[in-house]
């Protein structure tokens, strides 16, 4: 929201969330249950493609989705924001640059217009909320000028009509 992106999804009936509401700035539906599985399913199913991020390990809830995409035939991509915690001596880790720039080629490739991001809840950790965030950013930032360009072609086309 804060690059001007369109933000939208599923959240819990109620707009339920492990700390209470989710806030009405969120432009969200919400689903007939209360259930998280539920709205965990329909943000992969009305998704172009699924990008989950997590520090070291995924969750069961992350599983979820994972298993959510894989179902629907979705295309699935893992980012690892912290080094996993089994690393051996000959394992070497992608730079944050790296990561970035592979989430963006993998957007393109996949041809996704609308992307599901997801992961484990903040609560897990003090560190997966503001990772997620800055990296997002990042991501997002790298594709805007593209987006930038694919609009002004669509508005041009428009136009000519």
Request: proline fraction near 5%; charge should be positive.
């Amino acid at each position: 929201m804060e690059l001007g992106f369109e933000v939208g999804g599923w959240c819990p009936r109620d707009r339920r969330s492990e700390d209470g509401a989710v806030p009405t700035k969120y432009p969200l539906r919400e689903t007939a249950a209360r259930s998280y599985a539920v709205r965990t399913e329909w943000n992969v199913r009305d998704s172009d493609g699924t990008l989950i991020l997590v520090l070291n390990e995924i969750s069961s809830g992350t599983r979820l989705t994972v298993d959510a995409a894989k179902s629907h035939g979705k295309p699935l991509k893992i980012e690892h924001l912290a080094a996993p915690k089994s690393q051996g001596l000959l394992t070497a880790d992608a730079s944050l640059s790296e990561k970035i720039t592979s989430v963006v080629e993998w957007i393109h490739r996949e041809q996704i217009r609308v992307v599901n991001i997801a992961g484990p809840r903040g609560s897990s950790s003090e560190e997966m909320y503001p990772r997620a965030k800055e990296f997002v950013i990042a991501v997002l930032q790298k594709l805007q000028p593209a987006i930038a360009i694919a609009n002004t072609s669509a508005t041009k086309r428009r136009r000519k009509k």
